[in-house]
């Protein structure tokens, strides 16, 4: 018999770094396991946006929703609580560069990390791919590198495949690209960029003047291609 195919977790939120990922990972020769989170946020419509993606990929039957109500009961940041506004370019509440923006949802990815390695390991997972990324979203204390290393040590001593020598590895693939990097690289190898959202104010139609959505848009712009999502503006 031949040798089993190697497999990846990876965690899908429906948005363009997420998605790209999943891309990448087919590339890299991995079974796709993927696996989204509903923790409240404000632009839950990404969740149907993920549900589109790994049909789209094939794996709709291996697509994991898991539910963290507890999130939006803390609250805590504008997209958990709805008493803070998304920064709006437009408005003049862009979000500072100097400080850690009100989008940043405590302690999130330390969780998605954590629940990602429990289905990496049942699944017999090598790798947890996450679209993490250190320039764009510099302000965001659990994008950086320096996290992604600290938990993957902690990952090889919290599990058994971890004690026995085998190991998860986390995959940040998008971390040191601009935007346009990533799309340019997506679009190569064919990511259904039209499936996915990136809005945080969670309407059918993506806003246009939030961060998430500049910064989608300029990507798209540089990359010298156009975004097939509708927008409002």
């Not at 302690?107 to 990390?113: D, Q, T, V």
Request: with cysteine.
């Amino acid at each position: 018999m031949g040798e089993m195919k190697k497999r990846a977790v990876v965690i899908l939120s429906g948005g363009l770094d997420s998605t790209t990922c999943m891309g990448l990972a087919q590339e890299a020769g991995y079974d796709l396991f993927p696996i989204s989170f509903d923790y409240g946020q404000r632009h839950k419509i990404e969740i149907e946006n993920a549900k589109q993606v790994a049909e789209h990929y094939g794996v709709s039957a291996r697509h994991k929703i898991i539910k963290l109500d507890f999130l939006r009961d803390f609250g805590g940041s504008a997209l958990t609580d709805d008493a803070i506004d998304v920064p709006d370019v437009m408005n003049g509440t862009a979000a500072d560069a100097s400080e850690i923006p009100v989008t940043y949802v405590p302690g999130r990815n330390l969780l998605f990390l954590s629940i990602a390695t429990s289905y990496a390991e049942v699944t017999g997972s090598q790798a947890i791919y996450i679209g993490v990324n250190a320039l764009d979203y510099s302000g965001y204390p659990d994008c950086r590198p320096e996290f992604i290393h600290k938990v993957e040590e902690v990952i090889a001593l919290a599990t058994k495949v971890g004690v026995e020598g085998k190991g998860i590895t986390i995959e940040t693939p998008l971390i040191s690209w601009t935007k346009a990097q990533i799309i340019e690289e997506g679009l190569k190898i064919g990511v259904p960029y039209e499936l996915t959202t990136s809005c945080y104010n969670g309407k059918a139609e993506a806003c246009g003047v939030c961060d998430s959505c500049r910064l989608r848009l300029k990507g798209f712009e540089e990359a010298g291609s156009t975004d097939p999502i509708p927008y409002l503006t």
